[in-house]
């Protein structure tokens, strides 16, 4: 039975416990940006820097707290900058009173510093990595990695850009002053129950759909707004939700130019109208507020496919221009992998079977190859030094037609086609994360290289993630 409540001026539909919120939008709130992380020391040898997993709190509607978790505060963490090249050294302690880990999602480092599972920071312990970075300029993220954590870890708030810079990107005339005209975009939906707690209860449901809110926050704020130049903008967008498939677009239906993927940037901008971003891939877009009138506003629209219709944050125009950028016609070469140089071929069949289906709550039919995540059990043995093809089939059970994400860890792949066709342009660059939906396939090819260990392959719907849906693929010399 539905019941209606009001909480601080907003309305809410309220079943089973849970919140549901009405359409109230105020872009009352600027957006927050996360600040740099400091480095402890100067000079370009050694970035030292220092995140403390901690407790904190949050309020999201006016008059009510929530418990959150963060980096280096409250909620999300701060970014973290670093140059191609450089080498990191990062002290991470956690607070704590279980166990975490830090994931580097889209870092191509040695294992034992990768913050997947096997690397486990326990309660009021701290975890010391070091490693240089070896990869073109990007937008990645990390965020919580522990077995059955991830998905409530990353929920209470545990999640922050990493972006590296290169001599490419520093010659590339596009806007790049941060905070400025070059914003981070960490997109997340969350629900919570009517005395402002998040509502992450895992039911049956939750499992197999993941858990889907219907509030989006940005940056960590639900309904803010942005003042932007009146010219070219940057926005590094992350799909940081749980489980949600989100479509992108504009109010007004604006055309912007997509410049990155998860690993970097493309050889061109692709022109769009709508991107469709899974949970944890990135994308880097260009948007012209030029020809906009001084004071005029825009909004951000996210469709949660299937869901809901958001209209997430507010851009508005400030009357003195940006600086002066054009789209350019071309940004980097990209060192395309070729299928002649495969040495093997593997199949990943991605399945949510329907017997058992109220077994889900832990371990249940969530599978990769008929098999749940084993700690015990390596799945797949690489060559180093080796180029391979990944063929990952979305075979779920026709009652349980459900999306996957297949993210792998320490590799940037390439895709080389979806059901046999070439990829869109929007996904025509180095990529870790792709969407499979249900019934379809997808072929990618990667290179082994530098680093022997053991690594993750995994749906990145982070309910599937934790209920099963990961295996280990060890690089071995």
Not at 59 to 70: H, I
Not at 244 to 269: L, V
Request: charged share 20%.
């Amino acid at each position: 039975m539905l019941g209606i409540t009001a909480l601080g001026g907003y309305t809410f539909l309220r079943k089973a416990g849970l919140s549901y919120a009405g359409p109230v939008q105020g872009f009352d709130t600027a957006l927050p940006i996360p600040p740099i992380l400091e480095r402890n020391n100067s000079g370009p040898e050694a970035g030292r820097y220092q995140i403390t997993v901690e407790n904190g709190e949050n309020s999201f509607f006016p008059g009510y707290k929530t418990s959150t978790l963060g980096y280096n505060g409250p909620c999300l963490g701060p970014t973290i900058k670093v140059k191609n090249g450089e080498k990191v050294k990062i002290k991470v302690d956690n607070n704590l009173s279980q166990k975490t880990t830090v994931h580097w999602h889209g870092l191509h480092v040695p294992a034992k510093w990768d913050g997947g599972p096997r690397q486990e920071i326990a309660a009021g312990a701290t975890w010391s990595p070091e490693f240089t970075i070896d990869q073109p300029a990007a937008t990645l993220w990390y965020h919580p990695h522990a077995m059955g954590l991830t998905g409530e870890q990353s929920y209470r708030g545990l999640a922050g850009l990493f972006i590296i810079e290169d001599e490419l990107s520093d010659g590339l005339d596009i806007p790049d002053s941060y905070g400025i005209d070059d914003f981070p975009l960490i997109l997340q939906d969350r629900r919570f129950f009517d005395d402002g707690r998040f509502a992450y209860a895992q039911n049956m449901m939750d499992v197999i759909h993941g858990v889907m809110g219907n509030y989006l926050l940005v940056n960590g704020t639900i309904w803010p707004n942005l003042d932007v130049p009146k010219g070219l903008v940057r926005l590094r967008i992350l799909n940081g939700s749980n489980s949600s498939i989100y479509r992108i677009s504009f109010r007004d239906s604006r055309s912007f130019f997509q410049i990155a993927t998860d690993g970097g940037f493309q050889e061109k901008p692709v022109e769009l109208k709508q991107l469709v971003l899974s949970a944890g891939e990135r994308a880097e877009i260009l948007v012209d507020f030029g020809a906009d009138a001084p004071g005029s506003a825009n909004s951000l629209l996210i469709d949660q496919l299937p869901g809901n219709k958001f209209e997430a944050m507010q851009f508005r125009v400030r009357s003195e221009p940006g600086l002066i950028f054009t789209i350019p016609e071309k940004l980097v070469s990209i060192d395309w992998l070729e299928e002649k140089d495969v040495s093997k071929t593997r199949t990943f069949r991605m399945e949510t079977m329907s017997r058992g289906i109220g077994m889900m709550k832990r371990g249940g039919q969530l599978t990769i190859n008929g098999r749940n995540m084993d700690l015990d059990h390596i799945n797949e043995q690489v060559k180093l030094g080796t180029t391979e093809t990944w063929e990952i089939e979305n075979v779920s059970a026709m009652m349980i037609r459900l999306p996957h994400s297949m993210h792998l860890h320490d590799v940037q792949f390439q895709i080389l086609d979806r059901n046999g066709r070439k990829p869109p342009l929007s996904e025509r660059g180095r990529k870790d994360t792709v969407l499979v939906p249900p019934g379809e396939s997808v072929r990618i090819i990667s290179r082994f290289d530098d680093y022997t260990g053991i690594y993750m392959y995994h749906c990145h719907l982070l309910e599937h993630e934790d209920n099963g849906m990961m295996g280990q693929f060890e690089v071995v010399a």
